[in-house]
């Protein structure tokens, strides 16, 4: 399945995910998450000589509404700690902040669990609302340990768990391993929010910044141009006829796309997200947009409008690189 949700997984969120298999609800709570049930483990045995039973050292995890397991056999020295206790944890950890789950779920048979919390105090940056996220993920009976990552993509599926888990940086650094402290180990979850917060912070005062800056529209072109011109333009001095559309296009979004006046710089990039969030890969694959938006070519993309407009000498390169892209187009 395409978003490898499994039979036994369910995937909870307060709107409808790309693959439309989520189970939208007001408000996601332990309650109706469905993945609140309950788990133990179970030795794991072995035919001996004679038909008789040999247990051995490994341990099989399973829900106990189904009675099927959960994962890979685990070592006797594995803690499990269960969906309800992570839920709580997170509870416990970000109480006194305001916060909204939007999404929680487990993928690959259960194996894997996560939720996803979008803090209520969210920011507008660059008069526009912007939603980063806080994902918990955990696995079960493999090397999964309970993470942290501050992320802009809510988890709904394998692929964004995949891409969740594989976000590395400074801002997050929780990772609760399944033994017996994990269980009691609120302090890290607590830092992690907090090392979360300061992401955010840092995501509004770049918005804000390209938001003080002036663009008008020729420089908000050599801009785009610039950053779109092939690798070989400086040799070639061409740009193709999809080039030329891609700039138009962006150029239409930063005049007049969602939230945009085509004022400034926060305007060409949020025309830049826009375009690859929702329209790179042609539109009408739904799910293809979303893994280049995610995951691929648009995500790169997005990242690069945003470290060019964050850096001043790079900026006025692309400016410089963009007025050679214009003077290609008018030929």
Not at 14 to 23: F, K, P, V
């Amino acid at each position: 399945m395409a978003a490898q949700i499994e039979d036994r997984d369910i995937q909870t969120g307060i709107e409808q995910a790309w693959h439309g298999l989520t189970n939208v609800v007001e408000c996601v709570t332990r309650e109706n998450s469905g993945i609140d049930y309950e788990m133990d483990i179970v030795p794991l045995y072995i035919e001996g000589k004679d038909g008789e039973k040999i247990e051995t050292s490994h341990r099989q995890i399973r829900s106990l509404d189904d009675y099927l397991p959960i994962g890979k056999p685990v070592s006797e020295g594995y803690c499990l700690i269960s969906n309800g206790r992570i839920w709580d944890m997170a509870d416990e950890a970000l109480s006194g902040t305001k916060h909204t789950v939007v999404s929680a779920g487990t993928v690959e048979d259960r194996s894997k669990g996560f939720i996803t919390v979008k803090l209520d105090e969210a920011f507008q940056a660059a008069s526009r609302n912007t939603e980063p996220f806080f994902n918990l993920l955990w696995g079960h009976g493999g090397n999964i340990a309970l993470i942290a990552r501050s992320s802009f993509i809510v988890t709904v599926c394998s692929n964004t768990f995949a891409m969740n888990l594989g976000r590395k940086g400074k801002d997050l650094n929780l990772s609760l391993k399944h033994t017996k402290n994990a269980l009691t180990r609120i302090e890290g979850m607590e830092k992690a929010l907090e090392a979360y917060a300061g992401v955010a912070a840092e995501f509004k005062l770049a918005m804000d910044s390209f938001a003080a800056q002036a663009c008008d529209e020729e420089n908000a072109r050599k801009i785009i141009g610039g950053v779109l011109a092939p690798v070989t333009f400086e040799k070639e001095l061409t740009v193709s006829t999809r080039t030329r559309n891609t700039i138009d296009r962006m150029v239409q979004l930063y005049r007049g796309g969602a939230g945009n006046n085509g004022e400034n710089l926060a305007d060409v990039f949020n025309a830049a997200t826009d375009y690859y969030s929702h329209e790179s890969s042609g539109g009408e694959n739904r799910m293809k947009q979303f893994v280049s938006s995610e995951f691929g070519t648009g995500q790169r993309m997005k990242d690069v409008f945003f470290n060019v407009l964050g850096n001043e000498d790079e900026l006025g390169r692309v400016k410089t690189r963009g007025e050679k892209v214009l003077l290609a187009l008018k030929d």
